[in-house]
């Protein structure tokens, strides 16, 4: 699998709903990326199954 999926998520700081791209070429990853709305570091934990379902674990960046 390549190419990028976007993946809805709720940002742990203020509670509103953003999108992420996920890598679909690499299983695991973890990154961090500023939410688009507050702007605040989130911690990404993605994973992508043998049967391409993606799971997005967003933590905060100061747990």
């Known amino acids: 699998m390549n190419g990028q999926e976007e993946v ?3 940002c742990p700081y203020c ?8 890598d679909m070429s690499i299983e695991s990853q ?6 688009e709305v507050c702007c ?3 911690l990404l934990d993605c994973t992508i199954d043998a049967g391409g379902r993606i799971a997005v674990d967003a933590r905060r960046g100061d747990d």
């Open 8 to 10: 809805s998520i709720v």
């Open 15 to 22: 509670g509103e709903p953003i999108s992420v791209l996920v």
């Open 30 to 35: 973890r990154y961090v990326e500023d939410c």
């Open 40 to 42: 605040q570091p989130m």
